[in-house]
T-cell receptor, first 115, second 111 residues
Framework: DGGITQSPKYLFRKEGQNVTLSCEQN?????MYWYRQDPGQGLRLIYY???????QKGDIAEGYSVSREKKESFPLTVTSAQKNPTAFYLC??????????????FGDGTRLSIL | SQKIEQNSEALNIQEGKTATLTCNYT??????LQWYRQDPGRGPVFLLL?????KEKRKERLKVTFDTTLKQSLFHITASQPADSATYLC??????????FGAGTQVVVTP
């Protein structure tokens, strides 16, 4: 079955530590996205990539970094510069990056907490 | 600033009734709206897309309307079932072309 796999499902970060969230898709989609979801708030866009080897900052990119070396993979690193990392992180993909009207397919998220 | 807003209060409804959810947007005019369903601990799942020139869209027991005058979309679940219990998110593109999500409205359908 095609889909998006996020791992791990739960992650804990210590002070001063960088952590990396994995996102893999086998849908052959060009575009991939990272969102952060906090209670009572809408999803907020962290980074997005419309094509391999290219990515753009979203609305809340500070304290995060990404790479897009392969079409299937779009890992997100939460750096120690992100002072409030506790949230539910969602990865998504769409067929192309041309036109945001295309439905996005989401993974089942990674819940990150601070130790 | 551009906003997309949904009723934060949970909607409790009896099985068999119609649930109606509201999505309002301000300070911009999206060309389309999307609706997603999200279950606890899971990612959102796309349900429907409606364009500004479409007044209504249907999919099985779901119906979405788009009123550009009121700057509002309504999402209806007819003949609701306990399995419809979830949080429903609306989303639209902002002026910069990025997808903006509402915070979602939780629907609880009781037998």
């Amino acid at each position: 079955d095609g889909g998006i796999t996020q791992s791990p499902k739960y992650l804990f970060r210590k002070e001063g530590q960088n952590v990396t969230l994995s996102c893999e898709q086998n849908l052959n989609h060009d575009a991939m996205y990272w969102y952060r979801q906090d209670p009572g708030q809408g999803l907020r866009l962290i980074y997005y990539s419309q094509i391999v080897n290219d990515f753009q900052k979203g609305d809340i990119a500070e304290g995060y970094s990404v790479s897009r070396e392969k079409k299937e993979s779009f890992p997100l690193t939460v750096t120690s510069a992100q002072k409030n990392p506790t949230a539910f992180y969602l990865c998504a993909s769409s067929i192309t990056g041309q036109g945001w009207e295309q439905p996005q397919h989401f993974g089942d998220g990674t819940r990150l907490s601070i130790l | 600033s551009q906003k997309i807003e949904q009723n934060s209060e949970a909607l409790n409804i009896q099985e068999g009734k119609t649930a109606t959810l509201t999505c309002n947007y301000t300070n911009y005019s999206p060309a389309y709206l999307q609706w997603y369903r999200q279950d606890p601990g899971r990612g959102p799942v796309f349900l429907l897309l409606i364009r500004e020139n479409e007044k209504e869209k249907r999919k099985e027991r779901l119906k979405v309307t788009f009123d550009t005058t009121l700057k509002q979309s309504l999402f209806h679940i007819t003949a609701s079932q306990p399995a419809d219990s979830a949080t429903y998110l609306c989303a639209s593109t902002d002026s910069w072309g990025k997808l903006q999500f509402g915070a979602g409205t939780q629907v609880v359908v009781t037998p």
